[in-house]
T-cell receptor, first 115, second 116 residues
């Protein structure tokens, strides 16, 4: 089974702090994704990466950056955390495949509170 | 054009009943329509998916109906069970980056409660 592991289930930080959320997948997937999940808004894509050191903006990248130094690890960075970034953050991965649609496999999320 | 509209926001169904969740999209470039199921405290997991070249796909008690002309698709859960109680997300995808990456646009989710 594919396993996507997010380093923290719960995280509390203060406004202005630099925050790192870590995600590791064990299936050698090329694609990795960061979403935030908010009630009534569903899942919204922040950033994704299709290869090491490659990144692309999703639909809501403002206030976030990402890092992918190794294939299995994808980090989400909040450069200066703000209260409106309080949310559930979900990491996902899938296999690069030009011939068929591959399912995205999700971690169990990090619930981040910014005080 | 990038939105996927999902309804209802919440749904209560009796055990053994049929649960129906609807989604609509605008962008005709979408070419893949998955449904994800999320239990409390867990990440979403793929439940069933359809491509627009078919009008229906069935897997066990779960069926996707797809209406390309209306740009709508729906999830039907037959013989709903308490264990089906979860949040369901529809999504739509278009290929990007040489056709090898799915960028999913999710609906807002439906919280399903199946009462025993």
């Amino acid at each position: 089974d594919v396993k996507v592991t997010q380093s923290s289930r719960y995280l509390v930080k203060r406004t202005g702090e630099k925050v790192f959320l870590e995600c590791v997948q064990d299936m050698d997937h090329e694609n990795m994704f960061w979403y935030r999940q908010d009630p009534g808004l569903g899942l919204r894509l922040i950033y994704f990466s299709y290869d090491v050191k490659m990144k692309e903006k999703g639909d809501i990248p403002e206030g976030y950056s990402v890092s992918r130094e190794k294939k299995e690890r994808f980090s989400l960075i909040l450069e200066s955390a703000s209260t409106n970034q309080t949310s559930m953050y979900l990491c996902a991965s899938d296999r690069l495949d030009a011939r068929s649609n591959q399912p995205q496999h999700f971690g169990d999320g990090t619930r981040l509170s910014i005080l | 054009q990038q939105q996927v509209k999902q309804s209802p926001q919440s749904l209560i169904v009796q055990k053994g009943g049929i649960s129906i969740i609807n989604c609509a999209y605008e962008n005709t470039a979408f070419d893949y329509f998955p449904w994800y199921q999320q239990f409390p405290g867990k990440g979403p997991a793929l439940l069933i998916a359809i491509r627009p070249d078919v009008s229906e796909k069935k897997e066990g008690r779960f069926t996707i109906s797809f209406n390309k002309s209306a740009k709508q698709f729906s999830l039907h859960i037959m013989d709903s069970q308490p264990g089906d109680s979860a949040t369901y997300f529809c999504a739509a995808s278009k290929r990007t980056w040489g056709g090898a990456t799915n960028k999913l646009i999710f609906g807002t989710g439906t919280l399903l409660a199946v009462q025993p």
